[in-house]
């Protein structure tokens, strides 16, 4: 007998629904065995450029 899932479809597509108006595009969705749905982007994040205050305040 196996367990009854911890989610459905409808809260998978809810939860990418979401993220899309968001404005963010996912490349990846990843379930874990608790239920928890942990959505990716599909693109990295621009480069920041570094702070000089983080050099002077010993953060870098």
């Not at 809260?11 to 490349?27: E, L, N, Q, T």
Request: proline share 10%.
């Amino acid at each position: 007998m196996t367990a009854p899932a911890r989610f459905k479809q409808d809260d998978i597509a809810r939860a990418v629904s979401g993220v899309i108006k968001g404005g963010m595009r996912p490349g990846r969705v990843e379930i874990d065995p608790n239920g928890k749905i942990v959505i990716l982007s599909d693109t990295v994040a621009p480069a920041v450029e570094p702070n000089p205050w983080d050099t002077c305040l010993g953060k870098a």
